[in-house]
């Protein structure tokens, strides 16, 4: 018999197979232990990298589609141009091109007092920029220089764009040429307090006066 053959009594054989196997056992439940701690850790270091992943390619869908929106804003029909925190224009819209006839070469690295008018004093721009600076934002009405000299009204907005800082890192302004609306009041003003006729004035001015 087999158990004959390892010169150990049968007893003695069986209690010593009795006991590999259940060290055998042992092992094989060890095993199987650590390969489910192994396949749990596994699984955790997938859900977790998987989570980052879906994180990821949210923030870079969030970034794509803000970056959608700043580029259709930045060529809409209003004029738009963006500094840098010293007022250094940094880029123009095709419309801020069509609206002062500047194109974008002549404009970049340069500040916006290339477009000043002469129409505004120091006071006008020391009340703007000390709004800007407490509020962050100004709009009102400018007269800028077109490339030919001739001079227009435009309604502007002024923004500041401020870095995670809090620090003023950009300016972006935007505007629309408001010379029809201008010339409008005029003539609704000529038509109130001038003759038609002659162009003198008529009572209502001189009550007015």
Known sequence: MLFRSVGLSEDEQLEGYRRNRRAYVGWTLAGSTLLMLFAAALGR????????????????????????IAAAAFNSQEAMMITDAHSVILQVNQAFTT???YTSEELVGHTPRLLKSGRHDVD????MWETITSTGAWQGEVWNR?????????????????DVDGVVSHYVGSHY?????????EKINELAFFDQLTGVPNRTLLLSR
Do not use: C, N
């Open 45 to 68: 270091m997938s859900w977790q990298l998987d989570k980052s992943r879906r994180h990821d390619i949210a923030e870079r869908k969030l970034t794509e589609e803000r970056l959608l």
């Open 99 to 101: 609206s002062t006839g």
């Open 124 to 127: 006008f721009y020391r009340a």
């Open 146 to 162: 077109h490339k030919d000299g001739k001079v227009f009204p435009i309604w502007i907005t002024i923004s500041a764009v401020r």
């Open 177 to 185: 040429d408001i010379s029809e609306r201008k010339q409008a009041e």
